[in-house]
């Protein structure tokens, strides 16, 4: 059994690499930002760069990856603050503006949706990756969609991508917050949720 490389102690499985690897990148985004390496990576797992490119074709796609797996804490807190709306539009808005509010205070989030990033992100809105990312918010929400006559969640979900894609790209001069932020989203996103 080959021994040199992962530090000596190779992995079981392409899931137990994955896995690996995500946590290498988590400690070198805390280290050095969104600016890592996939050198730093794999200086850090005891690899060649061309072991993390086996799994991750590029430092993006490492960066995205590791973001998503680690956005579980904002899931949950957003999940906590909406946990009382009921109403299908009320939901969808608050989710927005809220998500757009916390940005610069979640770490992993913002990897995914800063405006440094937005070509990255605007790549990639409604790849599946995305969207079941935005279902499994949806799914935490407190709504019965099905009873609010909204059977698509997949079409829910890229529609409020594209609007959360849309204040990143170009918050607006000044940007938008608060009340202000919710007033427009009431104005011109909550329509898009009445029953057809």
């Known amino acids: ?50 072991t993390v490119y086996r799994y991750f074709p590029s430092a993006e796609a490492l960066s995205t990856a590791t973001a998503i797996a680690q956005t579980t804490h904002f899931l949950d807190i957003l999940a906590e ?10 939901a969808v808005v608050e989710g927005i503006a809220y998500t757009l509010e916390r940005l610069p205070h979640e770490k992993y989030l913002n990897l995914l949706l800063t405006p440094g990033r937005a070509s990255a992100f605007s790549a990639g809105v409604t790849s599946d990756t995305a969207l079941a990312f935005g279902r499994s918010i949806l799914q935490r929400f407190a709504v019965d969609w099905a009873a609010a006559g909204i059977s698509d969640l997949d079409e829910l979900v890229e529609h409020m991508l594209r609007i959360v894609q849309s204040f990143v790209i170009d918050p607006g001069r000044p940007p938008r917050r608060g009340a202000e932020l919710r007033t427009y989203l009431t104005t011109w996103v909550a329509p898009a949720l009445d029953p057809r």
Do not use: C, N, Y
């Open 1 to 50: 059994m080959r021994t040199h490389g992962w530090s000596g102690t190779a992995p079981v499985d392409d899931a137990e690499a994955v896995e690996r690897i995500l946590a290498a990148a988590r400690r070198a985004i805390d280290r050095s930002g969104s600016d890592f390496s996939i050198a730093e990576v794999a200086r850090d797992l005891g690899v060649t760069r061309q």
């Open 81 to 90: 603050h909406v946990s009382k709306i009921r109403d299908p539009a009320t």
